[in-house]
C-alpha cells in the first residue's frame, strides 16, 4: 500500500509569513508523529499524534508553532511569523499504533522549508 | 535523559571496503534501535531494527548489533558500492513514542 506522504516537498516562505504543512499518513495508522530536521543533524521530535488527540507537543519549540489532526487521519503543521530559524526539512511518521511496545514508525519524503 | 552519539560523522572510503558505522546511547532501558538510511534531500529509509533482546540483525550486506550493556551498536556493510553514497541514523525507542536520532554519518563510497 501507499507509504506516508507529505506536501509539498519544498516549501520557500518569506520571513514573518504563515504556512501549512501536510502529511497523509499510512492507512489505518493510528499514531502521527512530526519531526524538524536541521541541516547536518538528525531528526527532532515536535509533536505525536494518538488518534485526533495531540498527545504530546513538548517538541514544538515555541507557540508559533500549532498541529492538528481533526479526523484522526491528516495532519497538518501550522506555522506562524516564520523566522528564518524555522528553516529545516519537516518530517512525518506514522505508526500502527502506538500503545504496542516497539511500535515502528514509518517516515514520508519530508517538506524542505525555507524561509527567506 | 537519553542522548544518541554517532562516530564518525563523515566517512570517504574506495569502492569494496568492508566499513563499520558505529552509534552509541547513554540509557540503556531501550525497546530497540534502528538504523536509517537518508539520501539528499529525502526522507529516511529504514535498513534494520533491532529488537532489545537481540543482539543483530541482517538484510543483504548490512549487518547492525547491538550491545545494550554497553550502550553501543554497530552498522557493517560489506563490500560498499558507490550507490551506498548516503547519510546513515541510528534511532532509539525507548516506548515513549518518539526516535531520539543521532547526528548521523555521511558516507561516501568512491568509485
Known amino acids: 500500500g501507499a507509504g506516508v506522504s507529505q506536501t509539498p516537498s519544498n516549501k520557500v516562505t518569506e520571513k514573518g509569513k504563515y504556512v501549512e504543512l501536510r502529511c497523509d499518513p499510512i492507512?489505518?495508522?493510528?499514531?502521527l508523529y512530526w519531526y524538524r530536521q536541521s541541516l547536518g543533524q538528525g531528526p527532532e521530535f515536535l509533536i505525536y499524534f494518538q488518534g485526533t488527540g495531540a498527545a504530546d507537543d513538548s517538541g514544538l519549540p515555541n507557540d508559533r508553532f500549532f498541529a492538528v489532526r481533526p479526523e484522526g487521519s491528516v495532519s497538518t503543521l501550522k506555522i506562524q511569523r516564520t523566522e528564518r530559524g524555522d528553516s529545516a526539512v519537516y518530517l512525518c511518521?506514522?505508526?500502527?499504533?502506538?500503545?504496542?511496545?516497539?511500535?515502528?514508525?514509518?517516515f514520508g519524503p519530508g517538506t524542505r522549508l525555507t524561509v527567506l | 535523559k537519553q542522548e544518541v552519539t554517532q562516530i564518525p560523522a563523515a566517512l570517504s572510503v574506495p569502492e569494496g571496503e568492508n566499513l563499520v558505522l558505529n552509534c552509541s546511547f547513554t540509557d540503556s532501558a531501550i525497546y530497540n534501535l534502528q538504523w536509517f538510511r537518508q539520501d539528499p534531500g529525502k526522507g529516511l529509509t529504514s535498513l534494520l531494527l533491532?529488537?532489545?533482546?537481540?543482539r543483530e540483525q541482517t538484510s543483504g550486506r548490512l549487518n547492525a548489533s547491538l550491545d545494550k550493556s554497553s550502550g553501543r551498536s554497530t552498522l557493517y556493510i560489506a563490500a560498499s558500492q558507490p550507490g551506498d553514497s548516503a547519510t546513515y541514523l541510528c534511532a532509539i525507542y525507548s516506548g515513549t513514542y518518539k526516535y531520539i536520532f543521532g547526528t548521523g554519518t555521511r558516507l561516501k563510497v568512491l568509485a
Open positions: 492507512s489505518g495508522h493510528t499514531a
Open positions: 511518521a506514522s505508526s500502527l499504533d502506538q500503545t504496542r511496545v516497539n511500535n515502528e514508525q514509518f
Open positions: 533491532i529488537q532489545s533482546s537481540q
